[in-house]
């Protein structure tokens, strides 16, 4: 067995052979890696949405980012699903929960996120796709005044109007703008994780994914690729896989990555 896992064990200045701890630690990490992906996969959506966003919540500000994902990136009866059994699991509402817990500018906007119920039809109306790019215009030019988050059209526009008019907000804008939406709120990360997982989410998925395969990425950079292929459905994520699948083989290892891959094929189907 020993020398079958040659790679577990090292020798030391005395010759004696010990437990390698960093190859340990880093199979330590593939095993949680192999049992998070396992479990999201096979969760019911609903509750492992609600347990997503209840355990952000806790965390605070530096997982923010995993609610915006969550409440941007579901359709509205996904959504409403998940309020349904974040009720259920914890005996409260999650906007109760959010309100008493999210201080600061970001509230107003969170709260509203993960209690919109959207139109998902065909219908767009130009008009008001003109004044809500001025609207958004307008709020970055001042926002030396007061923060786009704060600006209640800015939100009232991201938390309610459908997917599909918000498309074309973004495109609007790029007529009044030399800058995008997204480049324009550079300074703002929630607001514009926000604007790209409702207007672009490929590139979205594809800033995750290439921060979380990166050599630096941090634990909760890397727990990010995990959640995004356990949860994420649909055409937007396909693109994105085959990207950087050459990737995923070099730096994923083991089990893990035989569960991540095998994922990533069913849904690619």
Known sequence: MRKGCSKLLCEDEHQFERWNHAVLTNLKAEFKRFKDVVVL????????????LKKALKKGHEQYNV?????CTRSSDQLLGARKAYHSLFDRSIEEDFAS?????????????????????????????????KAFFNAI????????VEDDEVVRILTTRSKLHLKEVYEQYNKLSDKTII???EVDLLLKETVECL???????????????SDDANEDEKKALTRLVATQEGGEMKG?????????????????????????AKDGK
């Not at 990737?247 to 994923?252: A, L, P, Q, S």
């Open 41 to 52: 996969s096979l969760m019911h959506p609903w509750e492992r949405d609600a347990r997503l």
């Open 183 to 185: 480049e324009e709120l």
């Open 199 to 213: 207007c672009t989410p490929q590139t979205y998925f594809t800033g995750v994914f290439g921060v979380a395969l």
């Open 240 to 264: 994105v896989v085959a990207k950087f699948e050459r990737r995923i083989e070099e730096k994923v290892k083991g089990a893990y990555k035989d569960v991540l891959v095998g994922v990533l």
């Open 141 to 148: 030019k001042n926002s030396d005044k007061r923060k786009v």
């Open 101 to 133: 817990h999210i201080k600061g500018s970001e509230r107003k906007l969170l709260v509203a996120l993960v209690s919109a119920y959207r139109y998902e039809g065909p219908k767009v109306k130009e008009d008001n796709v003109r004044s809500e790019a």
């Open 67 to 71: 609610i915006v994902e969550i409440t």
